[in-house]
């Protein structure tokens, strides 16, 4: 991606509109405008307001579909901490067999 130079006051924005807004010839676009004057501050972090959205929409979604689900989050968590305890479980007991530490 090839980055547009800008003023102090809008390298920020810009920087966050690469990652943000949808290819490179729409974050271009939004630059060159932006440069020209023709568009507003407003108007330009708008637009990255909306990239930004719709990054963060499939997570939001997924949050709303597990939102009442308390069972599958309990689940999840007990299910992790079953995995958890057999790898600490080998870990620990692999390192009182190199200590010596005998477990009456």
Known sequence: MTTVPF????KSVY????VATPGEVETREIANACLAGNIRCVDCKSKLCDGIAAILEPF????????????YARDVLHEGGKRAREIITRTVDNVR??????VY
């Open 7 to 10: 003023s102090n006051r809008c």
């Open 97 to 102: 067999e190199k200590m010596g530490v005998v």
């Open 15 to 18: 920087a966050v509109h690469e």
């Open 60 to 71: 939001q979604e997924r949050r709303r579909e597990l939102a009442n689900q308390d069972d």
